[in-house]
Nanobody
Framework: QVQLMESGGGSVQAGGSLRLSCAAS????????MGWYRQAPGKQRELVAV???????NYADSVKGRFTISRDIAKNIVYLRMNSLKPEDTAAYYC??????????WGQGTQVTVSS
């Protein structure tokens, strides 16, 4: 069983920044990839950013150049630094961890609200 605990959400004005954290209950090398997804009201959940075991990041086009995914291997934490936030970034953000043995795990979500 995997537990993922997100933190760092909140309310900011457009142009502001936030950093989300996802603490995993297992060594993050257990997972083939960890990432952040988001879901706005009435919309499907979408990938925001992912980082592989090897450390390669990938981003949705909508956040490239503004968001950065990183990790602290010693602490088993994955971060999402969000700069230049826009109202359209408003959503619930979910941490995800993928493992062939353990399957797909999700955190409980953290809300990000960006006002114009």
């Amino acid at each position: 069983q995997v537990q993922l605990m997100e933190s760092g959400g909140g309310s900011v004005q457009a142009g502001g920044s936030l950093r989300l954290s996802c603490a995993a209950s297992r060594n993050i090398f257990t997972f083939s990839a960890m990432g952040w997804y988001r879901q706005a009201p009435g919309k499907q959940r979408e990938l925001v950013a992912v980082i592989t075991t090897g450390g390669s990041p990938n981003y949705a086009d909508s956040v490239k150049g503004r968001f950065t995914i990183s990790r602290d291997i010693a602490k088993n934490i994955v971060y999402l630094r969000m700069n230049s936030l826009k109202p359209e970034d408003t959503a619930a953000y979910y941490c995800n961890a993928k493992s062939g043995a353990l399957g797909n795990s999700w955190g409980q979500g953290t809300q990000v609200t960006v006002s114009s």
